[in-house]
């Protein structure tokens, strides 16, 4: 199954790159961040379960990195990008390698079905 997105030829030429550009400077920075490392957790103050994935990741011993943007009362416009970009509709984001795995909950179901530990063993170079 594959996400819908409105393609550009649904979007009157007017405000295609209105739309384009709408905070492409946090998506930008998210996408930086996920291409130079393998763990990301993208979070906000005053949510407690980027904090809580966070512990999950220390306590796997997992390096990551963490994006922290605003709270419930600041960024909320800033945030809203991120969601449209990855389709995720809240915080924290995580991705492993790339891929998108979830939220806290994911986190911890992969963690717990012992799935985590094949998608961040160390990659072989060959």
């Known amino acids: 199954m594959t996400r819908t997105i409105l393609d550009d030829a ?5 405000i ?12 930008a920075e998210v996408q930086a ?10 979070g906000m103050r ?11 990741l220390d306590a796997q011993g997992t390096k990551y990195a963490y994006l922290e ?3 419930y009362f600041s960024q909320w416009r800033r945030r809203t990008a991120l969601k449209m970009w990855t389709g995720w509709p809240t915080f924290p984001m995580i991705f492993i390698d790339g891929v998108l795995i979830g ?15 094949s998608l961040v063993a160390p990659r072989l170079q060959g």
């Open 10 to 14: 649904h979007l009157h030429p007017a």
């Open 16 to 27: 295609r790159e209105r739309v384009a550009k709408n905070h492409a400077d946090i998506v």
């Open 33 to 42: 961040a996920v291409a130079a490392n393998r763990v990301v957790v993208v």
């Open 46 to 56: 005053q949510n407690p379960f980027p904090k809580k994935s966070c512990r999950l």
């Open 69 to 71: 943007y605003g709270s």
């Open 103 to 117: 939220g806290y909950n994911d986190l911890e179901r992969l963690i717990e079905k012992g799935e985590f530990t």
